[in-house]
Nanobody, 121 residues
């Protein structure tokens, strides 16, 4: 079993900051990538940022320069530092991990339960 546990969501004013964390635990052989997606009411789930190695980080255009994704491999944890938050950043944020649970298992994508981020004045 693999679990992704997210934390750090909440209510913040425009221009404020939040830091999301996502820790992967359970039967993990190797994690090939982790990241964050978000889904606002009435919208499709969209990519926010993903990281596959220290030199391979991908951001949505809408968050470039404001959000920073980092990863602690020893803790199987990924962090999303969100600065200069805007009203349109309001959404449920989901953690994703692309990993193999054993040496013989084909890698699969796993999802967290989601954490609400609300930007409001």
């Amino acid at each position: 079993q693999v679990q992704l546990v997210e934390s750090g969501g909440g209510l913040v004013q425009p221009g404020g900051s939040l830091r999301l964390s996502c820790a992967a635990s359970g039967s993990i052989f190797a994690i090939y990538g982790m990241g964050w997606y978000r889904q606002a009411p009435g919208n499709r789930r969209e990519l926010v940022a993903t990281i596959f190695s220290e030199s391979s980080t991908n951001y949505a255009d809408s968050v470039k320069g404001r959000f920073t994704l980092s990863r602690d491999n020893a803790k199987n944890t990924v962090y999303l530092q969100m600065n200069s938050l805007k009203l349109e950043d309001t959404a449920v944020y989901y953690c994703s991990a692309y990993l193999a649970s054993t040496a013989r298992t084909t890698p699969s994508e796993y999802w967290g339960q989601g954490t609400q981020v609300t930007v409001s004045s």
